[in-house]
């Protein structure tokens, strides 16, 4: 019943349609809780510069109308622990991101529920897309009622970059599920060695 991102869950080592896969262990500060994409999913190590754009088909969606410069701050949360630069691109350039509010069946074959159900979600590398539900009652500074589009637009672009979720540390951007009035935008250190020792950083 708790609002959370539309990316499966991980059920018996397995997401639905992917294969097992490990958790990943700290050599020195113990267990873990970060999780990748089977496969590993990554970028090409040639492919740091990612560029994204806007593109919507729910129109005038209260509370977002700073979700580009919010947007920026949540990629450039990412850019500062990892080697990636993030770009801006018009919404109708080529870009490896794509950005919008959709309601409902919205052509990705993961339809949003409506209002405090799956809130948003990203594909893993390669898929670009990041879309959040216009049903819900999104803010930037959010109240009781409203749900945090930065702290959410950090978890997704997480996402985007190859990380699964950690479902057994709350304090993580990577958890699954995020309360409406809760602001949770800083990298937990299992996000951010999740991220490095995806892309060989540590």
């Known amino acids: 019943m708790v609002p959370r991102c539309g990316v499966p869950d991980v059920v018996n080592g397995t997401r639905k349609g992917s294969k097992k896969y490990n958790r990943k262990l700290k050599s020195l500060h113990g267990v873990s809780h970060y999780e990748f994409f089977p496969g590993p999913l990554r970028w090409p190590s040639t492919q740091t510069h990612l560029r994204y754009r806007f593109a919507s088909s729910a129109r005038q969606v209260p509370g977002t109308e700073n979700v580009r410069s919010i947007c920026a701050q949540a990629f450039q949360r990412w850019a500062q622990v990892t080697t990636f630069t993030f770009e801006e691109v018009p919404s109708t350039s080529a870009a490896d991101i794509t950005i919008?509010?959709?309601?409902?069946?919205?052509?990705?074959?993961?339809?949003?529920?409506?209002?405090?159900?799956?809130?948003?979600?990203?594909?893993?590398?390669?898929?670009?897309?990041?879309?959040?539900?216009?049903?819900?009652?999104?803010?930037?500074?959010?109240?009781?009622?409203?749900?945090?589009?930065?702290?959410?637009?950090?978890?997704?672009?997480?996402?985007?970059l190859g990380l699964n979720h950690s479902p057994d540390l709350p304090d993580a951007i990577m958890?699954?599920?995020?309360?409406?009035?809760?602001?949770?935008?800083?990298?937990?250190r299992d996000d951010i060695d999740g991220i490095r020792a995806l892309y060989g950083l540590q």
């Not at 897309?129 to 930065?150: K, V």
């Not at 958890?175 to 937990?188: A, S």
């Open 100 to 160: 919008g509010f959709h309601r409902g069946n919205h052509g990705d074959r993961s339809p949003f529920d409506g209002f405090k159900g799956t809130y948003a979600h990203a594909n893993p590398p390669g898929g670009g897309n990041f879309h959040f539900d216009a049903y819900e009652t999104w803010s930037a500074n959010p109240g009781p009622n409203e749900i945090d589009l930065e702290s959410v637009s950090v978890h997704e672009i997480g996402h985007l």
């Open 175 to 188: 958890y699954p599920y995020f309360e409406y009035g809760m602001v949770k935008r800083d990298l937990n």
